[in-house]
């Protein structure tokens, strides 16, 4: 039993030593150099224009993509909804249009 004594104190002594490293200011990164950082990241995406061959789809396949875009659309609403809640107040209260 004494011996338990003396290894539980001894690893406690040890345990509760004061780390210097703890103790060492985070580094504050400027705006300015975030708002390099984001031109940075939005410079690798492009716009571009979404084309597709129909003329491979049957007659009832082309009726259906009206109705498909329709439901994507609907979907697109409903993950804004959930996601944000109100969208139109999400993105007006965004002042960087870069953002």
């Known amino acids: 039993m004494k011996k338990i004594s003396v290894l539980i104190f001894i690893t406690l002594f040890f345990s509760c030593k004061q780390s210097?490293?703890?103790?060492?200011?985070?580094?504050?990164?400027?705006?300015?150099?975030?708002?390099?950082?984001?031109q940075k990241k939005l410079s690798k995406y492009v716009?571009?224009?979404l084309t597709a061959d129909l003329s491979v789809l049957?007659?009832?396949?082309?009726?259906?993509?009206?109705?498909?875009?329709?439901?994507?659309?609907?979907?697109n609403e409903l993950f804004w909804f959930e996601a944000f809640g109100d969208k139109n107040?999400?993105?007006d209260s965004i002042s960087n249009e870069d953002t």
């Open 20 to 38: 210097n490293e703890a103790r060492k200011p985070i580094k504050q990164i400027t705006v300015e150099q975030n708002w390099t950082d984001m």
């Open 89 to 91: 107040q999400l993105l």
């Open 47 to 49: 716009t571009f224009k």
């Open 58 to 75: 049957t007659e009832n396949e082309r009726k259906m993509l009206p109705i498909l875009i329709k439901a994507a659309s609907k979907m």
